[in-house]
């Protein structure tokens, strides 16, 4: 092996043993609401997360993310969007890492309110349009092997295991290819900065969903501008599915 190329250990669910070498494209996949939209104040499905090449990880999502925890949150373990009642200085914080750090930020999300044809598993449907989203921002970079990792879920594990599995082909100069995929499921006890990174990005695209749906207008929630919008549009791929109509 060539011992120039940096590798990303990490440990998966059950003790799994995550070995990605440097030119891979990770994605860290978090979900938000439920599939089938079970909370009527939080009527949303989404998935989506960060991605970045694991030579680039340590230095645009790892150090800053556990730099930033240290100094503003106090080391805290575990952050996640949902339970925290920010301060000024830690809103400004978060909003620094997010537009300062050149990593790519995707989601896919939907509602009740979508019309949406009988029989459609919405899983199914979110799961699809995310890999498109990745498809669109891998194309940016020199990947030569794609690895998804998802928060493990009781619940979700089983539709992930099926809908979540996908190959992913790409077109470049070289015309069409299909990249080799590994799957790995990662508990959220792991306080991974991926996968808390993720978190955010997912707590703001659906808040940004629900204020539409409650009849906010443009141009939305400052927390989903400063993650979509205030970055190289490369970088971000948001889709909200509000219509599908079978050809």
Request: with cysteine; hydrophobic share 40%.
């Amino acid at each position: 092996m060539d011992q120039s190329k940096q590798i990303l250990v990490l440990e998966g669910e059950n003790g799994q043993r995550i070995e990605l070498e440097d030119t891979t494209l990770v994605v860290w996949i978090d979900e938000t609401g439920h599939e089938q939209f079970r909370d009527p104040n939080y009527p949303i499905f989404g998935l989506g997360g960060c991605a970045v090449l694991v030579r680039d990880y340590s230095r645009l999502i790892a150090q800053p993310w556990q730099y930033m925890k240290l100094r503003y949150f106090s080391g805290q373990a575990g952050l996640h969007a949902k339970d925290l009642r920010p301060t000024r200085e830690q809103l400004m914080a978060l909003e620094y890492f997010f537009t300062q750090f050149q990593f790519f930020r995707i989601a896919a999300i939907t509602s009740k309110e979508a019309q949406l044809p009988s029989g459609l598993v919405v899983y199914h449907m979110v799961a699809t349009c995310l890999r498109e989203r990745i498809i669109q921002v891998a194309k940016w970079t020199p990947l030569t092997r794609l690895a998804v990792i998802l928060e493990a879920s009781q619940r979700a594990d089983a539709l992930a295991n099926r809908y979540l599995r996908f190959n992913l082909q790409i077109t470049d100069i070289d015309g069409k290819r299909t990249l080799p995929t590994d799957y790995f499921l990662m508990p959220k006890s792991a306080n991974e900065p991926g996968l808390e990174v993720a978190d955010f990005i997912m707590h703001a695209a659906g808040g940004q969903t629900k204020s539409r749906l409650n009849g906010a207008r443009e141009p939305g929630r400052k927390d989903f501008k400063v993650v979509f919008r205030e970055v190289d549009p490369r970088l971000a791929s948001f889709m909200e599915i509000t219509e599908v109509n079978y050809n």
